[in-house]
């Protein structure tokens, strides 16, 4: 059974800063990707930022610059740094985990939540 454990959530003035993690485990297949998501009341869930296994880094535009994501390839575990926190960045944060499947199958966490707020 695949489980992302999400940590790092939490409440934070403007321009402060966060760091997310999620670890992943119980899963057999290949890592295409891991990332993360948000979904802010009344909107769609939207991608943050996504590390392929090979190729480039996908942030968005909204976050280039104040977010950064990394990974612990040994350790299955995805990190979101965000600093310069804005009040629009207020969201549940969930990770994904893209595994390699006909063509890919997607993971995700329970979520966290992030308040940008003073």
């Known amino acids: 059974q695949v489980q992302l454990a999400e940590s790092g959530g939490g409440l934070v003035q403007p321009g402060g800063s966060l760091r997310l993690s999620c670890v992943a485990s119980?899963?057999?297949?290949?890592?295409?990707?891991m990332g993360w998501y948000r979904q802010a009341p009344g909107h769609q869930r939207e991608l943050v930022a996504s590390?392929?296994?090979?190729?480039?880094?996908n942030v968005a535009d909204s976050v280039k610059g104040r977010f950064t994501i990394s990974r612990d390839n040994a350790k299955n575990t995805v990190y979101l740094e965000m600093n310069s926190l804005k009040p629009e960045d207020t969201a549940v944060y969930y990770c994904?985990?893209?595994?390699?499947?006909?063509?890919?199958?997607?993971?995700w966490g329970q979520g966290t939540q992030v308040t940008v707020s003073s």
């Open positions: 119980g899963f057999h297949s290949s890592i295409v990707s």
């Open positions: 994904n985990l893209r595994v390699s499947s006909i063509p890919w199958y997607d993971h």
């Open positions: 590390m392929p296994s090979g190729g480039n880094t």
